[in-house]
């Protein structure tokens, strides 16, 4: 049986625009992967592979034009978001070369031996070194920075395990463009092509998680598909880790005394945050306790007038607006919720924005509305109006894990009940806003973005230095000759690397 043709589908239409692949038969997958495997040591030099990601950041911005024609062409991102996402992409390649270079990421410990611990110390000698094979699973709402030549590939590829993408049905044009580029930036480095390989298909992505030879995944996109494919590579013979990102409703708090103090700055930020790239950023505030009472009333006229005002947009695929449009009808469906802007169809191929209100204390418990404490995709976010603290943390208590938490505060409410509320947030997300909004995720080393379960399925980070981390694992070396040690480790430093002697900063 022929394999099945890959269209890039126009999501401004639904037609399909040309056959750009077919999808991957397990023959493939086995194919790529072992391929990928046999040339894991060519990326052992970390020079070269500092180069290469540089080379590969310079091959994408050259062909800027190229590249963010095909992205817009299949996501209907827009030139000046998706330009955006390209630089940044540039830039987190550029950045995991200087990770590379500076080598603190090898967290090389050296315990010399003592006699006089009690028990005895003998010699020990420990750093990190790449898993493998790292399978990664583009996501759809960033064709370019979680997607074949984003943060997942550029760790892995950092950390020094070749990649396999499996590329995202939406985008598969824009997927086969930028493999190709990053191919010829490793053939450019003096690197096999085969450290960066592409498959398409639904069974090619199963098939890929449950390869023996495949070490660790990295996966963008729903609930639904990444707990599929985590509970796949739990149950696989030889576990491996999965690092999912799977869906948030990145909550917003705001304070009775920040409503008051700037009630129709916070409603116009929201509408804004909520409504960017037609609600389909991971990190879009979903849902948002706001004071009953005049300020409260404000921020509901603001948020009312601005998201009134955006016009509709085009979802990422007709399978997500049909999900978009389901999900809203059953949740203005709900009793005492109103729309004051209701979300729903533009014309046949666009969603308009919107927002549901509802009474925090319907949510303080178990019931019919707790479909409002789940994320939806798209435009839409969720008011709750409390009457008091009480039923803030009530509701906060009911909530799942997510990327985000954000706190609106006045002025003057830097301790006290604030602190409370902080400390109420911290648990549920993996970054913590104050005066803020969560749409936007800096490429920063102290970023973090993941949190508790549903958000990922580990408690490392996508975005920032530390996602190499990932793609690593630690080993020791116990009174070995410094002749027999890899480079990293041996006494005279010969490769320069920041490193801990005897507890101690070297």
């Given at each position: 049986?022929?394999?099945?043709?890959?269209w890039?589908?126009?999501?401004?239409?639904?037609?399909?625009?040309?056959?750009?692949?077919?999808?991957?038969?397990?023959?493939?997958?086995d194919?790529?992967?072992?391929?990928?495997?046999?040339?894991?040591?060519?990326?052992a030099?970390?020079?070269?592979?500092?180069a290469?990601?540089?080379?590969a950041?310079?091959?994408?911005?050259?062909?800027?034009?190229?590249?963010?024609?095909?992205?817009?062409?299949?996501?209907?991102?827009?030139p000046?978001r998706?330009?955006?996402?390209?630089?940044r992409?540039?830039?987190?390649?550029?950045a995991?070369?200087?990770?590379?270079?500076?080598?603190?990421?090898l967290?090389?410990?050296?315990?010399?031996?003592?006699?006089?611990?009690?028990?005895?110390?003998?010699?020990l000698?420990r750093?990190?070194?790449?898993?493998?094979?790292?399978?990664?699973?583009?996501?759809s709402?960033?064709?370019?920075?979680?997607?074949?030549?984003?943060?997942?590939?550029?760790?892995?590829?950092?950390?020094?395990?070749?990649?396999?993408?499996?590329?995202h049905p939406?985008?598969?044009?824009?997927?086969?463009?930028?493999?190709?580029?990053?191919?010829?930036?490793?053939?450019e480095?003096?690197?096999?092509?085969?450290?960066?390989?592409?498959?398409?298909?639904?069974?090619?992505?199963?098939?890929?998680?449950?390869?023996?030879?495949?070490a660790?995944?990295?996966?963008?996109?729903?609930?639904?598909?990444?707990?599929?494919?985590?509970?796949?590579?739990?149950?696989?013979?030889?576990p491996i880790p999965?690092?999912?990102?799977l869906?948030?409703?990145n909550?917003?708090v705001?304070?009775?005394?920040?409503?008051?103090?700037?009630?129709?700055?916070?409603?116009?930020?929201?509408?804004?945050?909520?409504?960017?790239g037609?609600?389909?950023?991971?990190?879009k505030?979903?849902?948002?306790?706001?004071?009953?009472?005049?300020?409260?009333?404000?921020?509901?006229?603001?948020?009312?007038?601005?998201?009134?005002?955006?016009?509709?947009g085009?979802?990422?695929?007709?399978?997500?607006?049909?999900?978009?449009?389901?999900?809203?009808?059953?949740?203005?469906?709900?009793?005492d919720?109103?729309?004051?802007?209701?979300?729903?169809?533009?014309?046949?191929h666009?969603?308009?924005?919107g927002?549901?209100?509802?009474?925090?204390r319907?949510?303080?418990?178990?019931?019919?509305?707790?479909?409002l404490?789940?994320?939806?995709?798209?435009p839409?976010?969720?008011?709750?109006?409390?009457?008091?603290?009480?039923?803030?943390t009530?509701?906060?208590?009911?909530?799942?894990?997510n990327?985000?938490?954000?706190?609106?505060?006045?002025?003057?409410?830097?301790?006290?009940?604030?602190?409370?509320?902080?400390?109420?947030?911290?648990?549920?997300?993996?970054?913590v806003?104050v005066?803020?909004?969560?749409?936007?995720?800096a490429?920063?080393?102290?970023?973090?973005?993941?949190?508790?379960?549903?958000?990922t399925?580990?408690?490392?980070?996508?975005?920032?230095?530390?996602?190499?981390?990932?793609?690593l694992?630690?080993?020791s070396?116990?009174?070995?000759?410094?002749?027999?040690?890899?480079?990293?480790?041996?006494?005279?430093?010969?490769?320069?690397?920041?490193?801990?002697?005897?507890g101690?900063?070297?």
């Amino acid at each position: 049986m022929a394999a099945a043709p890959v269209w890039s589908v126009d999501p401004r239409s639904g037609n399909p625009r040309e056959q750009v692949a077919a999808e991957a038969t397990a023959a493939d997958v086995d194919r790529a992967v072992r391929a990928a495997h046999a040339v894991r040591d060519s990326l052992a030099d970390r020079a070269t592979r500092a180069a290469f990601l540089r080379t590969a950041a310079e091959h994408l911005t050259a062909a800027a034009d190229r590249v963010v024609t095909a992205a817009d062409a299949e996501t209907a991102l827009g030139p000046a978001r998706l330009n955006g996402e390209l630089a940044r992409t540039a830039a987190q390649l550029r950045a995991f070369a200087e990770v590379v270079e500076e080598g603190a990421y090898l967290d090389i410990h050296i315990d010399h031996a003592d006699a006089t611990r009690t028990p005895p110390w003998p010699d020990l000698r420990r750093y990190k070194i790449p898993l493998g094979v790292v399978a990664v699973y583009a996501a759809s709402n960033f064709p370019l920075a979680f997607s074949v030549p984003g943060g997942d590939t550029a760790s892995a590829l950092a950390a020094g395990c070749p990649v396999v993408v499996k590329a995202h049905p939406d985008h598969p044009a824009t997927s086969e463009l930028c493999a190709a580029l990053l191919r010829e930036a490793a053939a450019e480095s003096g690197l096999p092509e085969d450290v960066v390989t592409l498959v398409h298909g639904f069974d090619a992505g199963v098939a890929l998680v449950r390869h023996p030879l495949v070490a660790a995944a990295g996966f963008t996109g729903s609930v639904r598909g990444g707990r599929a494919l985590f509970d796949a590579a739990a149950a696989r013979p030889v576990p491996i880790p999965f690092h999912g990102e799977l869906g948030s409703l990145n909550p917003v708090v705001v304070t009775g005394a920040a409503a008051a103090e700037r009630g129709e700055e916070i409603g116009a930020g929201l509408a804004a945050s909520m409504t960017m790239g037609v609600g389909q950023f991971c990190t879009k505030p979903g849902f948002v306790l706001v004071p009953e009472g005049e300020g409260g009333d404000r921020l509901l006229k603001s948020l009312t007038d601005a998201v009134a005002g955006t016009g509709a947009g085009v979802l990422l695929d007709h399978r997500m607006r049909d999900a978009f449009l389901a999900g809203v009808t059953a949740r203005t469906a709900l009793p005492d919720v109103a729309a004051p802007v209701a979300p729903g169809a533009g014309d046949a191929h666009t969603v308009a924005a919107g927002f549901l209100t509802v009474p925090a204390r319907l949510l303080t418990t178990e019931g019919p509305h707790d479909a409002l404490l789940e994320e939806c995709f798209g435009p839409v976010t969720v008011i709750a109006r409390y009457a008091c603290d009480d039923e803030i943390t009530a509701v906060l208590s009911r909530l799942p894990g997510n990327l985000t938490a954000t706190l609106h505060i006045a002025d003057d409410e830097s301790r006290g009940a604030a602190a409370g509320l902080l400390a109420a947030l911290t648990p549920l997300a993996g970054r913590v806003l104050v005066n803020g909004w969560p749409t936007g995720v800096a490429v920063a080393p102290a970023q973090h973005h993941g949190g508790p379960y549903p958000a990922t399925t580990s408690t490392s980070t996508s975005v920032g230095a530390t996602a190499i981390e990932r793609w690593l694992r630690p080993v020791s070396y116990q009174t070995t000759p410094d002749a027999l040690l890899p480079p990293e480790l041996r006494e005279d430093n010969p490769l320069g690397l920041p490193r801990r002697v005897d507890g101690r900063p070297a």
